[in-house]
């Protein structure tokens, strides 16, 4: 039968060990929507389809810069005059999201202006995160164990004891500071970028500083003890 709590032969210890790491981003991510507008569906539509394709041009003209590229929601809405009895549409508007994901932030902030300087485009992010498998997580939960490990030592030690034996090991979670688009401003640094008028000269590239992400590691460790002499 096992006793919760140890034996006086066997006395059990129970520590948490925590990890708190301060590193790099790996990627950043920018969404893009471009707008279009018109007179009829037709010439929204085209419209909306020959800025997309601009904006997708420049995209991948950065290569491996651009770690992934989607297009997210894409709509053409009807707009409809306020006034009269019947409802006409005055005008068709359209938008399509894309979403990029970059892993050279020399080249983010002039891609974020160059994209920013498109008619009826507008450009919000950046989001700093680490990739899900980063080797940050795995070193975060390593130094979380150590310093269990060496916690719970440092309790027998002052009991004139030693550990004998590791009875459990339980991880209570990573925290992933990733803001995935929402979150705490603390975790992200956002700014939305709108298209120049055409008279506009094209601005200089933005100086964007990566954000400093933090990685939590937490673990439950529960060790036997040789019996102390108290």
């Keep these: 039968m096992t006793v919760p709590y140890g034996t006086p032969d066997a006395p059990r210890i129970a520590v948490r060990g925590e990890a708190h790491l301060e590193v790099d981003p790996e990627i950043a991510r920018i969404t893009i929507t471009v707008a279009a507008r018109g007179k009829d569906r037709r010439t929204a539509l085209d419209d909306l389809t020959h800025r997309n394709t601009t904006a997708l041009n420049l995209l991948k003209t950065y290569g491996d810069a651009v770690e992934r590229l989607e297009t997210g929601s894409f709509s053409v809405t009807p707009e409809l005059k306020e006034h009269g009895r019947s409802e006409r549409i005055h005008a068709y508007h359209g938008r399509v999201h894309i979403t990029a994901e970059l892993t ?127």
């Design 104 to 230: 050279d932030f020399t080249a983010l902030g002039e891609l974020t202006t160059k994209l920013a300087d498109l008619d009826l485009t507008r450009v919000d992010g950046p989001w700093w995160a680490l990739r899900p498998t980063s080797p940050a997580y795995r070193q975060a939960r390593q130094q979380a164990v150590r310093e269990a490990v060496q916690r719970a030592k440092e309790y027998a030690e002052a009991l004139g004891t030693s550990l004998a034996a590791l009875l459990e090991l339980a991880d209570i979670g990573t925290e992933d500071p990733e803001p995935r688009f929402v979150g705490k401003a603390s975790r992200s640094r956002s700014m939305a970028f709108e298209a120049q008028t055409a008279g506009d000269t094209g601005a200089a590239p933005l100086d964007l500083e990566p954000q400093r992400q933090h990685v939590h590691a937490h673990v439950n460790a529960r060790f036997t003890m040789a019996p102390p002499t108290l």
